[in-house]
């Protein structure tokens, strides 16, 4: 059974690429167009092994999203991207936890796909 991973990306192209990135790589990904939408999906098609959230979405933003998930239970490991240079953003993503990585856009592919197999290992068989 493959992993299942839930991208939040506003960005249509951005999303496209890291859904083919990660689906060449075995991974099984649902993508999330807003904030709002990462919430629903990560409620009614959930559980995930891993989410990779823009910091910047729309109305509600990925940091946000994630920390109300945190706060209903949610302990999926999350993947946050930005464009943004805030050096708030490193301690905001740390408050997280270990279950928590930043990448600064742009990013590698191999980057993103460190962060995933660092957070998400591949169950051992």
Known sequence: ??????????????????????????????VAASGAELQERLVGEGPFDLVVADIGLPWVNGLQAMHRARWHGVRTPVV?????????LEDWV????????????????EALLDAARRLAPPPQR
């Open 1 to 30: 059974m493959s992993q299942r991973v839930l991208i939040a990306e506003d960005d249509a192209a951005m999303a496209d690429t890291l859904r083919e990135l990660l689906a060449e790589t075995g991974f099984d990904v649902l």
């Open 80 to 88: 946050f991207v930005t464009g943004h240079d805030d050096p708030k």
């Open 94 to 109: 740390a408050a997280f936890g270990p279950g928590a990585s930043l990448l600064h856009k742009p990013f590698s592919g």
